[in-house]
């Protein structure tokens, strides 16, 4: 059987792939101008007994840059500490928190948005926050992996080394690869992946809401309108009724008056 990513392939190079490829192409040029740029790289790490940490990731090596400076400071805790569990929590704390700066930039985006609602609600703000609506659900299930992640490397460590070492046949350590002061750090990367997942529902929560409002104010706007209307209609249509009828009276006058047949 052919592997999925090559059927993938296949299917790319198909006259269907290519055009579902120039339709998304199309569609993200089009929300281009209201996104917020969000670069999204792999990264992957391994964690050895013997205090091995292997980082490999997309990008250059200014990902790494507050970890290096770390490093070269002797009264630092990666520095004094030789737990390589240590290390592999601070590359992950430095991915949530470069993922907190994203949401600071997704809040600041609605923020405006919010302000030219209130101010002078029109279409071009909802094609805005729709854009915005469904970016946060996208990262919203790139987050979730990273969140289970973490509560797993807390909750499971030992269980899951355990469960590995039982299957390739050698004897269970006594504990996993995290440290019990890693995972206190672990606990503070969790609670922050909570906040950011929670920004994230405030923020779509939002986006809908001031789409709601836009619409409840056009609908606002239209039944004024139409009371307008139908006042004009009622002053005015009583007096239409009455000036016609004096007209055709008096056309009726003029017309007997010189003889002319009215048919």
């Given at each position: 059987m052919p592997s999925l990513?090559?059927?993938?392939?296949?299917?790319?190079?198909?006259?269907?792939?290519?055009?579902?490829?120039?339709?998304?192409?199309?569609?993200?040029?089009?929300?281009k101008r209201d996104r917020v740029r969000v670069l999204v790289s792999n990264a992957f790490f391994f964690l050895f007994r013997d205090g091995t940490v292997i980082s490999i990731h997309q990008g250059d090596r200014s990902f790494g840059n507050p970890i290096y400076t770390r490093l070269r400071h002797a009264d630092t805790?990666?520095?004094?500490?030789?737990?390589?569990?240590?290390?592999?929590?601070?590359?992950?704390?430095?991915?949530?928190?470069?993922?907190?700066?994203?949401?600071?930039?997704?809040?600041?985006?609605?923020?405006?948005?919010?302000?030219?609602?209130?101010?002078?609600?029109?279409?071009?703000?909802?094609?805005?926050?729709?854009?915005?609506?469904?970016?946060?659900t996208l990262r919203k299930r790139t987050m979730q992996p990273l969140k289970s992640l973490i509560y797993g490397l807390r909750r499971f460590d030992t269980e899951r080394t355990i469960a590995a070492c039982q299957v390739a046949g050698q004897p269970a350590p006594a504990q996993g690869y995290m440290s019990p002061k890693t995972k206190v750090y672990l606990a503070d990367i969790g609670d922050h992946l909570e906040t950011i997942m929670s920004s994230l529902d405030q923020f779509s929560t939002m986006t809908d809401n001031l789409i709601d409002f836009v619409f409840n104010m056009n609908s606002h706007t239209t039944n004024d309108q139409m009371k307008r209307m139908t006042l004009f209609m009622i002053v005015f249509l009583p007096i239409t009724a009455l000036v016609n009828g004096i007209l055709c009276e008096l056309l009726r006058y003029f017309t007997t008056q010189a003889n002319i047949p009215i048919d």
């Open positions: 990513r090559w059927t993938e392939a296949m299917n790319l190079l198909s006259p269907e792939g290519r055009k579902r490829q120039a339709r998304i192409a199309k569609l993200e040029a089009l929300k805790v990666l520095r004094r500490d030789p737990d390589a569990s240590l290390l592999l929590q601070s590359v992950l704390d430095l991915i949530v928190d470069q993922t907190l700066q994203v949401i600071e930039k997704y809040g600041d985006k609605i923020n405006e948005s919010e302000t030219k609602v209130l101010l002078k609600p029109n279409m071009e703000v909802v094609r805005s926050l729709h854009i915005l609506s469904a970016d946060l």
